[in-house]
């Protein structure tokens, strides 16, 4: 047992001197509200080699890593200080999803990295001022959460919503009323495959709750 934690501690030891041995440069840049820091191989500029951040305005933010220019380990997303989304990149999973409806719908299932909101602030005071609980809905006292499904081109504008998972006729009818207003002002970090922004789909849920 002894040797084989021996064992284990020295490749251990040997993949972290190895990854230490690779001589890396900080890069600092910035495009309107949007700053990245991270470094490269000072031998291959193009490669992406540790520590990644992306801040997006004063409300997101991303931390993550890389290895010879593929993301690796556990990747966080930030909104206002609060974790909203992390991925397991070795095992490919997601760890912790605030939208945890939405799961199994994330754009990174299919290789792309999600896009996000920057305007929360102004869409979450259009959301409470547009919408209404309907009537039946409230006297049969149902509730619950609407997913819509919002499909981001590649220049981050929303062009497309559909009921992905409905709770209640009326109550779906409400949700996708309000996102429909709310599309022409949605403003998103487009999602991004291979470095490039591509056209992509993320879920938002609408919840209803009487309480």
């Not at 200080?81 to 397991?88: K, Q, R």
Request: charged share 25%.
């Amino acid at each position: 047992m002894y040797k084989k934690l021996f064992i284990v501690l020295i490749l251990s030891l040997i993949t972290t001197f190895t990854y230490a041995q690779k001589k890396t440069k900080k890069i600092s840049a910035n495009d309107g509200n949007i700053k990245e820091v991270y470094y490269v191989l000072k031998d291959s500029m193009s490669i992406k080699q540790g520590e990644y951040k992306k801040w997006v305005g004063d409300n997101y933010c991303i931390f993550g890593q890389y290895n010879n220019d593929e993301r690796c380990g556990i990747w966080n997303t930030y909104s206002f200080g609060n974790l909203i989304f992390s991925y397991d990149n070795d095992n490919k999973k997601v760890v912790f999803d605030a939208m945890n409806e939405c799961l199994n719908d994330t754009s990174v299932y299919r290789g792309i990295n999600a896009p996000f909101l920057t305007n929360v602030d102004v869409l979450r005071n259009k959301l409470i001022s547009n919408t209404r609980y309907p009537q039946d809905a409230r006297e049969k006292g149902k509730m619950g959460t609407v997913v819509i499904s919002i499909t981001v081109d590649s220049l981050g504008n929303a062009i497309k919503s559909e009921l992905k998972t409905g709770v209640y006729k009326s109550l779906d009818e409400e949700a996708l009323k309000v996102i429909k207003l709310l599309l022409p002002i949605m403003k998103f970090y487009p999602g991004t495959k291979n470095g490039q922004f591509v056209e992509s789909v993320i879920c938002f849920p609408f919840k209803f709750n009487l309480q």
